[in-house]
């Protein structure tokens, strides 16, 4: 039997996962979950939230399953720390950024597929009324180095300062104090460039995508941009059959509210890459469909991109989307080898989207709170139950 890293984390996490493993329990799945610790928890009172023991279950055990996590800016991090730990030198660090840092999950695999009948998807005015495009994008996301890297400062040391002092281009800064700056930088390496898109233009490949775009902005970004296009031109002439565009991201955010349908696989950096596939799954129904997969070379982590939205954790009956750690979960059986249930599974959320009977607050279009029942929003447990009694369907 599998043993598979179960971590709820924060918030919502630790109430769509259970309902995840109900839909793979149902689809036939055998695998014994074993919790691992993460979240905000255990930064506030071990100063680490992502525990060594956690580290060792996926050394271990070689997949997770993850549900959500807080992640709070420098100060409210420090301040909410324990006293018992504060002024002992920890910094906190977004777990899942050391996560797939620790694991090199350098590959990040982010879905974006519109559901027929989905009330949420995205609409196009026509001289003839509305058109609906149907989305079938799927980012990949370089996970472990760019902006997200992790190597930054605030007021760095002489040894850095000197360093940044050597580029001309810091000659408009020359009367700034270090204690006045703050740094960070963008670092991208031809190694994990060229394995990002070799695994782009090899999905394409399996799946018939037609193009492969690089969204970047190597008109500033020279270097590191400049890089990734590089690459992917030399990737390229592997695939002949398959076209390589590249876009810069902020126009990118225009042309996806034009003609997303055209868009098959996107390739970007890390920062780049979470603001473009968050933009693509809101032309899907937003992040409560929006899975994902972080994939390194011995060990993979599946999450969905939303956050832990604790404002809902204490909700009673629970109002919230669990479809994205769904597909995640799909996302890992695919990985696994389990395409059979995989498929089974993706087939019966369709059905529940399309035939419409059951809808969370979200697709319905609601604000969220516990009156949304009375507006037809149906329970979390109740669309997981649907779902459940769609794939053991005979029909």
């Known amino acids: 039997m599998r043993k598979i890293v179960a971590m709820p984390g924060d918030g919502i996490g630790k109430t769509v996962l259970p309902e995840a493993i109900r839909v793979l329990d149902a689809a036939g799945f055998e695998a014994e979950y074993i919790h691992g610790d993460i979240g905000w928890d255990f930064w506030i009172n071990e100063g680490n939230a992502l525990p060594e023991r956690t580290i060792k279950l996926l050394e271990e055990h070689k997949v997770g399953l993850f549900g959500a996590i807080t992640s709070k800016p420098k100060k409210e991090a420090d301040d909410e720390l324990s006293d018992k730990l504060k002024g002992k030198g920890y910094v906190y660090f977004s777990p899942i950024v050391a996560m797939r840092q620790h694991f090199n999950l350098d590959l990040c695999i982010r879905p974006c597929k519109s559901f027929k009948g989905n009330p949420l998807n995205f609409i196009i005015r026509t001289n003839n009324g509305f058109t609906e495009p149907m989305v079938n994008t799927v980012i990949f996301r370089q996970n472990t180095e760019g902006m997200y890297g992790g190597v930054e400062w605030t007021n760095p040391p002489k040894m850095v300062r000197d360093a940044l002092d050597s580029h001309p281009k810091m000659k408009i800064f020359k009367n700034v104090k270090s204690e006045d700056m703050a740094v960070s930088t963008r670092i991208v390496t031809r190694y994990a460039t060229e394995r990002i898109m070799n695994a782009a233009f ?4 399996k799946f018939g995508y037609k193009n492969v775009t690089v969204c970047e902005k190597p008109n500033v970004l020279r270097e590191t941009s ?5 690459v992917a031109k030399e990737v390229a002439k592997k695939y002949p059959h398959i076209q390589l565009w590249d876009t810069n991201i902020d126009a990118q955010m225009m042309w996806l509210t034009k003609n997303p349908e055209i868009y098959g696989v996107i390739v970007a950096e890390n920062m780049f890459g979470d603001i473009v596939s968050d933009a693509f799954a809101g032309l899907v129904g937003g992040l409560g469909f929006a899975c994902s997969a972080n994939i390194g070379e011995n060990c993979a982590v599946f999450e969905p991109t939303h956050g832990s939205a604790p404002k ?5 009956p629970s109002i919230v989307n669990p479809i994205a750690m769904i597909l995640s979960a799909c996302m890992m059986l695919d990985y696994l080898g389990e395409k059979e249930k995989s498929d089974k ?4 959320v369709t059905k529940v989207i399309e035939e419409g009977k059951v809808k969370t607050y979200d697709m319905l279009k609601l604000k969220g709170g516990p009156d949304v029942f009375s507006k037809g929003a149906c329970t979390t447990q109740q669309i997981t139950d649907e779902i459940i009694s769609k794939i053991k369907s005979k029909v």
Request: hydrophobic content about 40%.
């Open 202 to 205: 090899e999905y394409a490949d």
């Open 226 to 230: 400049g890089m990734m296009i590089s």
């Open 312 to 316: 809902y954790q204490e909700l009673n």
């Open 345 to 348: 599974i993706r087939n019966a």
